[in-house]
């Protein structure tokens, strides 16, 4: 556990970490409560790199501006999934998206609206799981997520097939999340984070527990494998696997993230993919 977020471990109770199983209803409960304690401390730690109206979709600091993954945008309907503060949602908004932005965290949709306020853009805030969207069929031109929902809930082929449910024939979905490769080195930005520790094939989620055993965080592990089998079975088409490199002169350090470990191996898996016509 992180002095990062010593504040929300302490406000939940942790007492300690169990590689255990957690179905979809405890997956969404522990981070509902989790994201809830933890949004100031994320915003105070990571708001200035976010900002309140830009598209990163990773750490290592790849903008949408730069690569334009959802393509033009001007005139789509949106769906963020996992949206945070909803920094995201804004950008797409002012270059002319029609934009919802979902979380499942009442703390990060306070943020979210505090910075709708904050820079007088205004984009609908929705509060749900990414595996029960509240949204009619075919809604969508295009959604995507940088970092949010996809990891923490316990199937993710139900967040592929809602989200394909919601989009239109032919939408892209793209989506940015840990580099499954991680999940075999400790998460520590220094020298003891370059060591394997586990199995890449060990697909037993990460939970944080209070003294009760109850989940206070839990985080899924999936491999590539796993990922494209999800999204293939759903309906999708996997157009590239983006992995940013490090930027040279970037030295920030995110959590696990960091130069050191940036320059050696990926940090991010940037999926993008096309729904079937």
């Given at each position: 556990?992180?002095?990062q977020h010593?504040s929300?471990?302490?406000?939940?109770?942790t007492?300690g970490?169990v590689?255990?199983?957690a179905?979809?209803a405890e997956?969404?409960?522990?981070?509902?409560?989790?994201w809830?304690?933890?949004?100031?401390?994320?915003?105070d730690?990571h708001?200035?790199?976010?900002?309140?109206?830009d598209?990163?979709?990773c750490?290592?600091?790849?903008r949408?501006?730069?690569?334009?993954?959802?393509?033009?945008v001007?005139?789509?309907?949106?769906?963020?999934?996992?949206?945070?503060?909803a920094?995201c949602a804004r950008w797409?908004?002012?270059n002319?998206?029609?934009v919802?932005?979902?979380?499942i965290?009442?703390?990060?949709?306070?943020?979210?609206?505090e910075?709708?306020?904050k820079?007088?853009i205004?984009v609908p805030?929705v509060?749900?799981?990414?595996?029960?969207?509240?949204?009619?069929?075919?809604t969508f031109d295009?959604?995507?997520s940088?970092?949010?929902?996809?990891?923490f809930?316990?199937?993710v082929?139900?967040?592929?097939a809602e989200v394909a449910?919601?989009?239109?024939?032919g939408?892209r979905w793209?989506?940015?999340?840990?580099?499954p490769m991680?999940?075999i080195?400790?998460?520590?930005?220094?020298p003891?984070g370059?060591t394997?520790?586990?199995?890449?094939?060990?697909r037993?989620?990460?939970v944080?527990?209070?003294?009760e055993?109850?989940?206070t965080?839990?985080?899924?592990h999936r491999?590539?494998?796993?990922?494209?089998r999800?999204?293939?079975?759903?309906?999708?088409?996997?157009e590239?696997?983006?992995?940013?490199?490090?930027?040279?002169?970037h030295?920030?350090?995110?959590g696990q993230w960091?130069p050191?470990?940036?320059?050696?191996f990926?940090?991010?898996?940037i999926?993008?993919?096309?729904?079937t016509s």
């Amino acid at each position: 556990m992180s002095n990062q977020h010593a504040s929300a471990e302490q406000a939940l109770g942790t007492a300690g970490i169990v590689k255990r199983g957690a179905d979809a209803a405890e997956s969404r409960l522990a981070n509902r409560i989790w994201w809830d304690a933890d949004a100031d401390d994320y915003h105070d730690t990571h708001g200035d790199f976010l900002g309140a109206a830009d598209f990163v979709w990773c750490p290592e600091g790849l903008r949408e501006e730069e690569v334009a993954f959802l393509g033009d945008v001007a005139g789509q309907s949106v769906l963020e999934v996992g949206c945070g503060s909803a920094p995201c949602a804004r950008w797409l908004k002012a270059n002319g998206a029609e934009v919802t932005a979902l979380d499942i965290s009442a703390g990060m949709l306070r943020h979210a609206r505090e910075n709708n306020e904050k820079t007088g853009i205004h984009v609908p805030l929705v509060q749900a799981s990414a595996d029960q969207l509240p949204f009619g069929t075919g809604t969508f031109d295009a959604a995507c997520s940088a970092f949010g929902a996809v990891p923490f809930v316990a199937d993710v082929q139900e967040v592929f097939a809602e989200v394909a449910r919601v989009l239109k024939p032919g939408a892209r979905w793209v989506f940015a999340v840990n580099h499954p490769m991680r999940w075999i080195f400790p998460d520590d930005p220094g020298p003891l984070g370059l060591t394997v520790t586990q199995s890449y094939f060990d697909r037993t989620p990460y939970v944080e527990v209070d003294e009760e055993g109850r989940a206070t965080y839990v985080e899924h592990h999936r491999t590539l494998g796993d990922y494209v089998r999800a999204l293939t079975n759903t309906g999708f088409v996997v157009e590239d696997l983006v992995e940013p490199e490090w930027p040279q002169g970037h030295t920030r350090v995110w959590g696990q993230w960091s130069p050191l470990r940036g320059k050696l191996f990926p940090g991010t898996a940037i999926f993008r993919t096309r729904l079937t016509s």
